[in-house]
């Protein structure tokens, strides 16, 4: 049986598969990964750029740590390597988080102010947190799809092939 939470879970998903698509990405030329494909962040850089920053944005708000960066849409790192490196420290620090979860924490009330339109709200911590993840999870899902339609492959991207899930169903 699977020992961590939900959330623990979803923290080790986003690290695998964000090692997965870097790891894919970096056999792509610069030239190819920034190309306007249409995609809502235009490129496979400006989308791994985005997750970047809203991971970034919503951990800053979870652990009492704003961070203030350009404006959404805008790239953290023109450097793939720079973007990788702070990809990885953040996942890391995802992780760890994920870790110290508690029920009663994510049962209280958040208040945030959006970097979207600049509105205050106040959701359930543990919708804000969920969100964190799902974000996730749909930006991925573009950069597969923008990676295919380069002609590279994006291999198995369901929690199943999770190594310490898979492990488990061995």
């Known amino acids: 049986m699977y020992d961590g939470s939900y959330y623990q879970l979803m923290a080790e998903y986003n690290c695998w598969m964000n090692q997965s698509l870097y790891s894919i990405c970096s056999a792509i030329p610069d030239a190819k990964r920034k190309q306007d494909l249409g995609a809502f962040f235009k490129s496979i850089h400006g989308t791994l750029n985005h997750l970047l920053y809203g991971d970034k944005a919503w951990m800053g708000r979870f652990t009492n740590?704003?961070?203030?960066?350009?404006?959404?849409?805008?790239?953290?790192?023109?450097?793939?390597?720079?973007?990788?490196?702070?990809?990885?420290?953040?996942?890391?620090?995802?992780?760890?988080?994920?870790?110290?979860?508690?029920?009663?924490?994510?049962?209280?009330?958040?208040?945030?102010?959006?970097?979207?339109?600049?509105?205050?709200?106040?959701?359930?911590?543990?919708?804000?947190?969920?969100?964190?993840?799902?974000h996730q999870t749909h930006h991925r899902g573009q950069v597969t799809t923008l990676i295919k339609q380069l002609g590279y492959e994006p291999g198995a991207t369901d929690i199943p092939w999770l190594p310490s899930v898979s492990k488990l169903i061995d």
């Open 65 to 134: 740590q704003p961070f203030s960066a350009t404006r959404i849409g805008q790239d953290l790192y023109a450097d793939f390597d720079a973007l990788r490196a702070d990809r990885e420290k953040t996942d890391q620090q995802i992780l760890e988080w994920s870790m110290q979860l508690d029920s009663d924490w994510l049962s209280q009330p958040f208040e945030y102010t959006s970097n979207v339109d600049g509105k205050r709200r106040v959701l359930p911590t543990w919708v804000l947190v969920t969100h964190l993840f799902n």
